[in-house]
């Protein structure tokens, strides 16, 4: 299948497009810029891709513009669902990448599809916009809206909480500067992520919404110390205030059996590599 990936230079883009590849799909790359409307239409008309993976955004909660995540996550996607309506021969599946983060701060888990949106930072609202909006083309594309939890890898971002540490712990650098220690987090392997949006490509019902997610929820306290244990490295945790967000989400695990239940009546299943495996992985990259 030839497969429109946007964000094709991120981090889930590489790791997508490898997977992809490896699977016998053609991976075509957006060069156009999201915003640029009129560029992002002529090259969408000259490339007739026959499926899309939208995994472009402006995705680190803590940057610096607000204006950027709307920009980008909504009129940007808008731009590019108006150009894909617009081929002669549409693609078979569009795949758009939200987030968990719609999801806010919940009593609830495991969070399931059906649990009412509440974001409570501008990218969880960006991308709860990107979701409404999507759904005007829901008549003429047919479209398929995954929601990841927390999923890590090498080659992520050191802006990111676990390539940091990964990278202080590698280094054995004697402290690092954290925000909130008390938090809970899915942090799942980028190829499980990517492995699900290629069943979802193949699988996934027009018009659905589906969690990204394993289910296994992991302090960060936990994974400081499985990364004390793996490198034999006591590192210093120092907490800066500047870190510690107001809005911070302090629990987010998903319930995935809808995604389960659909892959089960497929035939298919999802490898979800262990915590330990994912963590050994970053350090090797960071070391090498």
């Given amino acids: 299948m030839r497969i429109l990936l946007t964000g094709s230079e991120g981090f889930t883009g590489h790791a997508f497009a490898k997977r992809a590849v490896a699977a016998g799909h053609v991976i075509?790359?957006?060069q156009?810029?999201?915003?640029?409307r009129e560029a992002l239409h002529q090259e969408v008309l000259a490339l007739a891709p026959e499926a899309v993976v939208h995994l472009a955004a402006i995705?680190?909660?803590?940057?610096?513009?607000?204006a950027a995540f709307y920009a980008v996550n909504v009129v940007g996607t808008t731009n590019l669902?108006?150009?894909?309506?617009?081929?002669?021969?549409?693609?078979?599946?569009?795949?758009?990448?939200?987030?968990?983060?719609?999801?806010?701060?919940?009593?609830?888990?495991?969070?399931?599809?059906?649990?009412?949106?509440?974001?409570?930072?501008?990218?969880?609202?960006?991308?709860?916009?990107?979701?409404?909006?999507?759904?005007?083309?829901?008549?003429?594309?047919?479209?398929?809206v995954t929601r990841p939890f927390n999923y890590t890898g090498p080659g992520q971002d050191s802006h990111f909480l676990i390539p940091k540490l990964a990278a202080h712990f590698a280094t054995r650098e004697p402290s690092i500067e954290l925000g909130n220690l008390d938090v809970e987090r899915e942090f799942n392997d980028v190829r499980m992520v990517c492995d699900a949006y290629l069943l979802l490509l193949a699988h996934g019902v027009p018009g659905e919404t589906y969690n990204i997610c394993s289910g296994r929820p992991y302090a960060l306290r936990l994974v400081i110390e499985t990364f004390a244990r793996m490198t034999s490295h006591n590192l210093q945790i120092e907490i800066n205030p500047a870190?510690?967000?107001?809005?911070?989400?302090?629990?987010?695990?998903?319930?995935?059996?809808?995604?389960?239940?659909?892959?089960?009546r497929q035939g298919a299943n999802l490898n979800e590599p262990l915590l330990e495996d994912t963590l050994e992985r970053m350090l090797l990259a960071k070391q090498s």
Avoid at 32 to 36: I, P, S
Avoid at 253 to 262: I, M, N, R, T, V
């Fill in 243 to 264: 870190f510690v967000r107001a809005n911070e989400v302090h629990s987010l695990c998903g319930d995935p059996q809808k995604l389960h239940a659909l892959l089960s």
């Fill in 32 to 36: 156009a810029d999201l915003t640029h």
């Fill in 28 to 30: 075509v790359a957006l």
């Fill in 59 to 66: 995705s680190f909660v803590g940057h610096a513009s607000e």
């Fill in 81 to 144: 669902l108006d150009a894909l309506v617009q081929l002669p021969s549409r693609p078979h599946r569009v795949l758009l990448a939200s987030s968990a983060n719609i999801y806010g701060n919940t009593a609830r888990s495991p969070i399931s599809e059906d649990q009412p949106p509440a974001p409570v930072n501008h990218y969880g609202m960006s991308k709860l916009a990107m979701e409404f909006m999507a759904r005007t083309f829901g008549d003429r594309l047919n479209l398929v």
